[in-house]
């Protein structure tokens, strides 16, 4: 009687919303991890595109990290800068405990399903701005190695479009920008049009290497570029499908609760350890393998292959993000698990793995 009571009273307070501590803590963390993870990602930009100092560099420079401290005092315009990026973590944090004492009644599962939005909307945007820079670019390097391009633009913009940085900054920086735009109008991942594209690039090497004996480099780019971003990009949708494989030796007979348990220290343990690894490595200084390709817009040495290279660098910063925060999302729906809480979603049998 006392059991079926306890666990009554828990259902019952699980379909109010009611917040404990425990869920409280919970969104605190999610929401402080999913906002700081957007937030490096800009400061990053600032910082090593806008020579803004950083938190790291403002902090050694007030003496709270000596090791870190910079040459030369930080003038008056950087020390207000490095402030507000520092300033801007703090505002996360704060953020997030305003938010969840503002709303003690929001169920976890819809916190959930707002940073899976979020997560969805960085997916989409990178997708159409992968097949926009891909069909673009493709068509520039075939017209280039054809030698077609200075009868169509003249030889400066011809000779403009052989240097990376022109390339990048004038060809594939507005197409991600349509790409980010693109996205907020459509709803759609766009992962089956994708996969086709990438048999269909794949195809087109087939039949033109055995029917026209011809081939070039940037046939080969583009297969390499969609198929990376395609598995990259979807890891996160796949998460949320729940379609990872898993090495299932006890998970498959847990119950519920158990299972929401689980996914909680799975995805603090293993998930956002390995994305907050990889952004570290990758996005810590100009020398990091993000930041280097994506400063240099680094090119394959292919000759007349396509300028993507550094975009497929800056990939694994998407995947890190979109996996942080869909990992987020993740322990916040695995709490919900926990807790009993109504609204637990179907997952197709297929997706599940």
């Known amino acids: 009687m006392i059991g079926s009571a306890s666990g009554a009273s828990m259902g019952a307070a699980a379909a109010s919303g009611y917040q404990t501590p425990?869920?409280?803590?919970a969104r605190i963390f999610c929401w402080t991890a999913v906002s700081a993870t957007l937030v490096f990602a800009l400061n990053n930009?600032?910082?090593?595109?806008l020579d803004w100092p950083g938190m790291v560099t403002f902090l050694g420079h007030l003496g709270l990290l000596p090791a870190f401290a910079p040459q030369s005092p930080l003038e008056s315009t950087a020390t207000i800068l490095g402030a507000v990026q520092t300033l801007s973590y703090l505002v996360c944090v704060g953020g997030a405990v305003l938010y969840t004492i503002r709303t003690p009644d929001r169920l976890l599962r819809s916190d959930s399903e707002a940073m899976v939005s979020i997560s969805a909307y960085i997916i989409r945007a990178s997708f159409w701005a992968v097949i926009f820079v891909g069909l673009a670019d493709v068509m520039?390097?075939?017209l280039r190695v054809e030698g077609l391009l200075p009868f169509l633009i003249g030889d400066d913009i011809t000779t403009a479009l052989g240097r990376p940085q022109f390339r990048g900054a004038y060809v594939h920086i507005p197409l991600v920008l349509a790409g980010c735009v693109t996205a907020a109008?459509?709803?759609s991942l766009g992962f089956t049009w994708l996969a086709l594209l990438v048999v269909a690039a794949e195809l087109s090497i087939v039949l033109s290497r055995f029917i026209f004996s011809y081939e070039q480099a940037f046939?080969?780019?583009?297969?390499?570029f969609w198929y990376g971003a395609l598995f990259l990009f979807s890891s996160a949708y796949t998460l949320y499908e729940d379609g990872h494989v898993r090495v299932d030796v006890l998970y498959a007979g847990l119950t519920s609760r158990m299972k929401g348990l689980v996914n909680i220290w799975g995805s603090l343990v293993l998930g956002m350890s390995l994305c907050v690894t990889v952004l570290a490595i990758g996005m810590a200084g100009k020398s990091s393998i993000i930041n280097s390709a994506l400063l240099s817009f680094e090119v394959s040495q292919s000759g007349f292959g396509m300028y993507v290279?550094?975009?497929?660098?800056?990939?694994?910063g998407i995947f890190a993000i979109t996996m942080m925060i869909q990992f987020a999302a993740y322990i916040l729906e695995s709490l919900a698990d926990y807790r009993d809480e109504p609204g637990k979603r179907k997952i197709a049998e297929a997706s599940a793995h």
Do not use: H, P
């Open 140 to 142: 520039i390097s075939f």
């Open 185 to 187: 109008f459509s709803r």
């Open 45 to 49: 930009y600032l910082i090593f595109w």
């Open 22 to 25: 425990v869920s409280a803590f």
């Open 309 to 316: 290279k550094y975009l497929m660098a800056g990939f694994l």
């Open 219 to 224: 046939q080969g780019d583009l297969v390499r």
